[in-house]
T-cell receptor
Framework: QKEVEQDPGPLSVPEGAIVSLNCTYS??????FMWYRQYSRKGPELLMY????GNKEDGRFTAQVDKSSKYISLFIRDSQPSDSATYLC??????????????FGTGTKLQVIP | DADVTQTPRNRITKTGKRIMLECSQT?????MYWYRQDPGLGLRLIYY???????NKGEISDGYSVSRQAQAKFSLSLESAIPNQTALYFC????????????????FGPGTRLTVL
């Protein structure tokens, strides 16, 4: 079983829709949860970052973490064609000192249709 | 100008050839990483470096070697390329701020698409 599971999609939605992207994980030690966005032919870039459980909002984007269910979500409101990209979840544990291994999901490809 | 650059952007080579992928950064970060990305497998860490004298193996280092020539430069070599090393390779950097919350953000280059025939 992979440490992080993510539906690869593709997910196609009409412009203006609310999008829900999700990941599940098995390592209960994960404390830091991230969402990266990767446009075609580009490297991933950090979109959202949360620590432990709860919600975090940034404009049209909301990241949600449910540690009891080992489930994280990214919601995109009023989706735009420019949101079309692959979204990767990522997680890490925070050991004292040393390298923090970041475990990435495989990514969900999103297409927002005008 | 891009903060993290990779050369070449695309490369086709043959089995058994030695290949070097190069990464340069202008972000002033100490930490640098090499990942490969494969469909269905996501990003997997090959090597990482905390500074010029500190290089560590990642989860899939077999068949690869690295060189940290300077704070800004980190090269990945495939000593004898094989077809299952065909993948998209990314270099990334992160800041060692001493705060564990900041270290998690990694800044990626645009990637090198490598095909081994």
């Amino acid at each position: 079983q992979k440490e992080v599971e993510q539906d690869p999609g593709p997910l196609s939605v009409p412009e203006g829709a609310i999008v829900s992207l999700n990941c599940t994980y098995s390592n209960s030690a994960f404390q830091y949860f991230m969402w990266y966005r990767q446009y075609s032919r580009k490297g991933p870039e950090l979109l959202m970052y949360t620590y432990s459980s709860g919600n975090k909002e940034d404009g049209r984007f909301t990241a949600q973490v449910d540690k009891s269910s080992k489930y994280i979500s990214l919601f995109i409101r009023d989706s735009q064609p420019s949101d079309s990209a692959t979204y990767l979840c990522a997680m890490s544990v925070s050991p004292r000192g040393g390298y923090q291994k970041v475990t990435f999901g495989t990514g969900t490809k999103l297409q927002v249709i005008p | 100008d891009a903060d993290v650059t990779q050369t070449p952007r695309n490369r086709i080579t043959k089995t058994g050839k030695r290949i070097m992928l190069e990464c340069s950064q202008t972000k002033g970060h100490d930490r640098m990483y090499w990942y490969r990305q494969d469909p269905g497998l996501g990003l997997r860490l090959i090597y990482y470096s905390f500074d010029v004298k500190d290089i560590n193996k990642g989860e899939i280092s077999d068949g690869y070697s690295v060189s940290r020539q300077a704070q800004a430069k980190f090269s990945l070599s495939l000593e004898s390329a094989i077809p299952n090393q065909t993948a998209l390779y990314f270099c990334a950097t992160s800041e060692d701020s001493g705060s564990h919350q900041v270290d998690n953000e990694q800044f990626f280059g645009p990637g090198t698409r490598l095909t081994v025939l």
